[in-house]
């Protein structure tokens, strides 16, 4: 069923209902707008909470870093922030999808109904027009027709009267005569109106009103069915990041499951174990019977027998007993036995004299209070030193080994930086229109200083490290650098020269590394290079090659402006990194 069949005569009822229709769109984009907005502020809240509470700022060296707990609460924190961000994403969708989409179809929609409109006025105004038309043509006829009828009642009646003339008859004839035959014209030409009108009427009615509400009914369907699809959207925006929101979620689960209680106790353990003994029992003195001075002093020495004399709070830690303070070894070892005590029987000290309780309590708070004072004063501000001492053994041995690694990266750095400049100087010797050798001396010296400082660190802290019990095994950086001569030094696993290996200092610089390309023919290219200019290679342990000339890159270049390259041929060498186009494989 159709709007033009149905609805013919319901014009301004179509008009009002398109309208409405039109504006329930408006207020659907409306109401999009405003959901779009809901989850962009809540967006941006999730992304500020996880910003607030996420511990990134404390640094990496921190016990808690370590902790499963704490990892999985900085897993919530990301997951969270990925979560906001499919939030954001939602919002977008709907903003671009259905808001911006909806809004622009709307005001097509709007043309063409203006469009469809008009043609019906006009269709209306052009029926109205032929209706005047037919109107007039009407009333015309009366009036010419009742003109007529009077033109011909009046000639009957001269004709009639005896007293009219022959002339006065014949006028009068004429007369109706012209009046009938205006008469007759105007009544054709309304004849004629009528059929017209009556025509266009059936076009307006049959034709072209239907077609046009049939368009409008077309238009009002379209606007339907592209709301019904933002009606869609709507909810399938959502349902697409369903799955990534479903896998932040299961994140957060497996965050939860990742903390491990056993396993964080442990980090603790490892983080804070001091590596102590345990103090063993404090002896009995028995002063009835007199004991030595030196045995009651000797026995302070234990961690807990001050303490326990003092009456003081056991739960302190006792390890700052054994490090290195103002009491004399022989006055208080740490972790030492107590010596036994005088026998029981034994001949008492002369300087107990009457009482020797007495006695040996005023000595007790003589020299265990001032001591116990500096302990506390130690316990508040440690003295740091270099040798990571005031530290408990595990924790200077895990201190060293750190440090150690810290010196061997730096160490390493110097190495490949001699390398280089060692290359540069020796390309630079071959080459003089490259560059000026001497203008290198000044860098390999400071860098030659560097590495000779740095192996005294290395050599430093591996002896701390071996008294502290670990192993000094952490070298791990090349056995071979320059030194000012471009020669190479190779280097003992302990950062020493090896006698062994000392080479010739005629040796050309590209020598060891023409031996490392034997070594290293089947090393897999990591790259490929086009070739700007031509490049001679006449210098040792370069390649020459051609302008637009493709060469596999096997070693990039590592800060001294020289890349190695290798031909299908399986050539290797040197070229200027400058003159080639480097692609490297992803």
């Excluded at 071996?466 to 071979?480: C, M």
């Excluded at 200092?505 to 290293?520: C, H, K, T, V, W």
Aim: aromatic content about 8%.
């Amino acid at each position: 069923m159709d709007w033009g069949t149905e609805l013919w005569d319901q014009y301004d009822i179509i008009e009002k209902h398109t309208q409405s229709g039109l504006e329930l769109v408006e207020k659907y984009v409306k109401f999009v707008k405003e959901r779009t907005e809901i989850e962009q502020n809540y967006a941006k809240q999730l992304r500020n909470l996880s910003k607030k509470y996420n511990l990134k700022r404390i640094g990496k060296d921190e016990p808690e870093c370590r902790l499963s707990s704490y990892q999985s609460f900085l897993e919530i924190l990301n997951e969270m922030n990925d979560y906001a961000g499919q939030r954001e994403l939602i919002a977008e969708n709907m903003m671009m999808n259905i808001c911006i989409d909806l809004t622009k179809y709307l005001q097509e929609l709007k043309q063409e109904r203006k469009m469809y409109l008009m043609e019906a006025k006009k269709a209306q105004q052009s029926l109205e027009s032929t209706y005047k038309q037919l109107d007039s043509s009407k009333k015309r006829f009366e009036r010419e027709w009742r003109e007529a009828e009077r033109a011909a009642q009046y000639a009957e009646k001269t004709d009639q009267d005896i007293n009219a003339t022959k002339a006065d008859v014949e006028k009068a004839k004429q007369q109706a005569h012209m009046r009938a035959h205006v008469a007759e014209e105007c009544k054709n030409d309304y004849a004629a109106q009528l059929q017209k009108y009556n025509k266009e009427q059936n076009q307006f009615y049959f034709n072209d009103m239907p077609l046009i509400f049939n368009k409008v009914q077309d238009l009002d369907e379209r606007r339907v069915r592209k709301l019904a699809q933002g009606y869609i959207l709507f909810s399938d925006t959502e349902k697409h990041v369903m799955p990534i929101i479903g896998k932040c979620l299961e994140g957060m689960t497996k965050a939860g499951t990742n903390v491990n209680e056993r396993n964080d106790s442990m980090v603790v353990i490892e983080q804070n174990k001091s590596g102590f003994e345990r103090p063993g029992d404090v002896e009995f003195e028995d002063y009835s019977q007199g004991i030595n001075r030196a045995s009651s002093d000797s026995s302070l020495g234990t961690p807990k027998g001050p303490m326990e004399l003092l009456g003081k709070n056991r739960s302190k830690n006792f390890w700052l007993f054994s490090k290195k303070s103002k009491l004399s070894p022989s006055t208080l070892p740490p972790f030492s036995t107590p010596p036994a005590p005088s026998p029981a029987n034994g001949p008492p000290s002369p300087k107990f004299g009457r009482d020797p309780l007495s006695y040996c309590l005023k000595e007790i708070n003589k020299t265990v209070k001032p001591r116990i004072s500096s302990f506390r004063t130690l316990r508040r501000s440690p003295t740091v030193t270099e040798d990571f001492t005031h530290l408990p053994p595990e924790q200077r041995r895990k201190r060293l080994q750190q440090k150690l690694e810290e010196i061997c990266k730096e160490l390493q750095k110097e190495v490949d930086q001699s390398e280089a400049l060692g290359k540069m100087k020796d390309v630079y010797e071959k080459n003089p229109q490259m560059g000026d050798p001497a203008s290198l001396a000044s860098q390999i010296s400071q860098t030659s200083q560097s590495i000779e400082r740095l192996r005294g660190e290395l050599n430093k802290y591996e002896t701390w490290l071996a008294e502290a019990g670990g192993r000094g095994d952490t070298l791990r950086y090349k056995s071979h650098t320059f030194n000012n001569n471009g020669a190479h030094d190779v280097l003992s696993p302990d950062g020493a020269h090896s006698d062994e290996s000392t080479p010739d200092p005629s040796q050309a610089i590209y020598a060891e590394f023409d031996d490392d390309f034997e070594d290293e023919e089947l090393t897999a290219p990591i790259g490929k290079c086009t070739a700007m200019y031509s490049f001679p290679g006449a210098s040792e342990g370069t390649i020459s090659m051609q302008e637009g000339e493709v060469l596999a890159v096997v070693e990039e270049d590592k800060g001294d402006g020289w890349t190695r390259v290798r031909r299908n041929n399986g050539d290797e060498g040197y070229i200027p990194t400058s003159y080639v186009t480097i692609s490297i494989n992803k």
